[in-house]
């Protein structure tokens, strides 16, 4: 059992207004350090490319246990977990001083680009790769949203996916959900004090493809938010929030720079 490390540092372009990292700007360190195990370990990206194939996530879930700020030194790590059915899964992990502040989940589909359908794990070797187990006590099933439940929701808008929103594949990037999810809690957010994320949950579904455009919707809760997506009249991407106020986990805990 190991994993793969990697140090960054937190930079002041990737913080909020509370000097917090945005969970877009987490999410990038812990995929960046995903990519550089690629990159050692092989096979990159490119070479799967290469070979017809592809690598897209179906879910990402992300536990962050403490507030990470501004130019806070980060031991990020990750590594392969074991398959399941046709299902990669992939750990994550961000520690601060030798403690854990971020755990993550992603699971990954094997893509035959040319047929276009979905292949088992062992179609790609991945034996070079760091394995460990699951992290975050695993996956509980995600409760997805049903077109006749968003009645119980508020319409919240709609976003058209621009170019500086894809990846290679020319869809969304899967780390911008979270920044388009995350400003959608904050905009709806009726409390005094800012809310601080503890845990996001998201299911990817219907690609966004450059161009395109999705309708959101939002179903405000205490501590937990539900948020949906349609995109060409069907149900996309989909995220469960939970969330604290920034007086029990944020300012109140800021470093000194």
């Known amino acids: 059992m190991s994993k793969f490390r990697e140090c960054f ?6 913080v909020d207004h509370g000097n917090i990292i945005t969970p877009e700007n987490l999410v990038n360190l812990l995929q960046e350090c995903a990519n550089h195990q690629m990159r050692d370990r092989k096979p990159t990206y490119y070479q799967l490319l290469n070979e017809g194939k592809s690598l897209i ?35 994550y992990e961000a520690l601060y001083n030798n403690q854990v502040v971020a755990e993550a989940i992603g699971c990954w589909a094997v893509v035959d680009r040319h047929k276009g359908r ?17 992290p975050i006590d695993g996956l509980e099933p995600f409760k997805k949203v ?53 845990t996001m949950d998201i299911k990817y579904g219907g690609e966004a493809m450059l161009g395109s455009c999705f309708d959101i919707y939002v179903k405000p809760g205490g501590r937990t938010w539900k948020i949906a997506t349609i995109i060409n009249d069907k149900m996309g991407a989909q995220c469960d929030v939970h969330i604290d106020q920034r007086s029990v986990w944020g300012l109140r805990h800021e470093r000194k720079i």
Request: proline share 3%.
């Open 9 to 14: 540092s937190v930079g002041a372009f990737q």
């Open 57 to 91: 996530v179906s879910r990402m879930k992300v536990d962050i246990h403490g507030a990470i700020y501004m130019y806070d030194n980060l031991d990020v790590a990750t590594w392969k977990c074991p398959s399941k059915g046709m299902i990669l899964y992939r750990g």
């Open 118 to 134: 979905i292949c088992r794990p062992e179609a790609i070797d991945l034996s070079n790769y760091e394995t460990d187990c699951l």
């Open 146 to 198: 049903g077109r006749r439940e968003l009645n119980e929701f508020e319409y919240f808008g709609s976003y058209t996916v621009k170019s500086s929103d894809v990846d290679m594949n020319l869809h969304m990037n899967n780390a911008r959900y979270f920044k388009v999810f995350w400003d959608v809690v904050q905009a709806s957010w009726k409390g005094n004090d800012f809310p601080f994320v503890r």
